[in-house]
């Protein structure tokens, strides 16, 4: 059987934005020596030939073994933002991830898998945005609407937030790294959202990756206060 670059390289492989080489996945399914070689590891699972796609030149699995793969061995969260990242691309469907899970129940990892698909959230643009929809679901709160478009009373649009409390007219944006290029636009879409009656938090990367507990905490405390 073919070796295949597998898990997040093969995710960068088929045009994701993700890290490929920390450390570069390989499946070898043949026994061929150490689990790690030259900086890769070494991943041992049979995949049939339609498994196996050629993305820039180089062998990997194809779109839907690499979320199984994924979703199946890597920490929940992890999981659920590489399913987003493929379903958002339309690189595979829910379907044919909830068709998997039924036709191979009992095998390694599809527990995990079927876990996965709970969460999952195709709406879902960017890894970080999906990283802060898990903290607060996974904290206990409700879970929020995806990329919702928001009009005033004259149909005009006002923005479609990152993540929405419809009821409770919370809106919560992640701003990345091309916030600063988009200051003037970002500005003008909160001014609309606030003159409409919307509440507004944003977070940044060090909010959602050094201070979950603050995250949750403020969106917690909103969502009473609307309540």
């Known amino acids: 059987m073919e070796a295949a670059f597998c898990g997040w390289t093969a995710a960068w492989l088929h045009g994701l934005d993700c890290?490929?080489?920390?450390?570069?996945?390989?499946?070898?399914?043949?026994?061929?020596?150490?689990?790690?070689?030259?900086?890769?590891?070494?991943?041992?699972?049979?995949?049939?030939?339609?498994?196996?796609?050629?993305?820039?030149?180089?062998?990997?699995?194809?779109?839907?073994?690499?979320?199984?793969?994924?979703?199946?061995?890597?920490?929940?969260?992890?999981?659920?933002?590489?399913?987003?990242?493929?379903?958002?691309?339309?690189?595979?469907?829910?379907?044919?991830?909830?068709?998997?899970?039924?036709?191979?129940?009992?095998?390694?990892?599809?527990?995990?898998?079927?876990?996965?698909?709970?969460?999952?959230?195709?709406?879902?643009e960017s890894a970080m945005e999906t990283r802060l929809r898990m903290l607060l679901e996974l904290g206990g709160?409700?879970?929020?609407?995806?990329?919702?478009?928001?009009?005033?009373?004259?149909?005009?649009f006002l923005g479609r937030p990152d993540l929405l409390y419809r009821q409770q007219r919370l809106a919560i944006e992640y701003d990345g790294a091309n916030h600063r290029e988009r200051l003037t636009s970002d500005d003008q879409r909160q001014n609309g959202l606030v003159g409409a009656g919307y509440r507004l938090l944003r977070f940044t990367a060090p909010d959602v990756l050094a201070t979950p507990e603050s995250v949750v905490t403020q969106v917690r405390q909103v969502l009473g206060r609307a309540a």
């Open 19 to 124: 890290a490929p080489c920390n450390p570069i996945e390989v499946n070898m399914p043949e026994p061929t020596g150490s689990s790690r070689r030259s900086g890769a590891a070494v991943r041992r699972y049979e995949m049939q030939p339609d498994e196996i796609v050629s993305r820039r030149g180089m062998p990997c699995t194809a779109a839907l073994r690499t979320v199984v793969d994924l979703g199946g061995r890597i920490a929940l969260t992890d999981g659920v933002i590489a399913a987003d990242l493929f379903l958002h691309r339309r690189l595979v469907s829910l379907e044919e991830l909830h068709a998997y899970v039924r036709g191979h129940a009992g095998k390694k990892g599809v527990a995990r898998l079927r876990r996965v698909l709970r969460y999952v959230e195709p709406k879902s």
């Open 141 to 156: 709160l409700p879970r929020p609407e995806s990329q919702v478009p928001i009009h005033d009373d004259q149909g005009r």
